[in-house]
């Protein structure tokens, strides 16, 4: 199974930028799909996941209204567009999978991971 990010990237604050996750070696459809992210001296944070069903969608109170996910079934691949950066939101940004039919034990209980892409937002 494979995962990887793309779409990172040094921008200014009030702009956007779309990252894109390819997902190879698993059937896409049965998977939950999520995006966290882990600031500098910070912990790993959620940030969106959207179900497998492609309409259920969670997102972080810090990203709502400006953050979307989605995801493309034929294509294998999900994206998060991120509208309106600010310096805040610089991360390290992960995406990451879980088998729809799996309850999660912790927010951050996925089964795989992707290996990140930066996001620097400067003000």
């Known amino acids: 199974v494979q995962l990887q990010a793309s779409g990172g990237g040094l921008v200014q604050a009030g702009d956007s930028l779309r990252l894109s996750c390819a997902v190879s070696?698993?059937?896409?459809?049965?998977?939950?799909m999520a995006w966290f992210r882990q600031a500098p001296g910070k912990e790993r944070a959620f940030v969106a996941t959207?179900?497998?069903?492609?309409?259920?969608?969670y997102y972080a109170d810090s990203v709502k209204g400006r953050f979307t996910i989605s995801r493309d079934n034929a294509e294998k691949t999900f994206y998060l567009q991120m509208n309106s950066l600010k310096p805040e939101d610089t991360a390290v940004y992960y995406c990451?999978?879980?088998?729809?039919?799996?309850?999660?034990?912790?927010?951050?209980?996925?089964?795989?991971w992707g290996q990140g892409t930066q996001v620097t937002v400067s003000s």
């Open positions: 990451a999978l879980r088998h729809r039919l799996r309850l999660p034990t912790t927010t951050g209980d996925y089964d795989y």
């Open positions: 070696g698993l059937n896409f459809r049965n998977y939950v």
């Open positions: 959207i179900h497998s069903n492609g309409r259920t969608t």
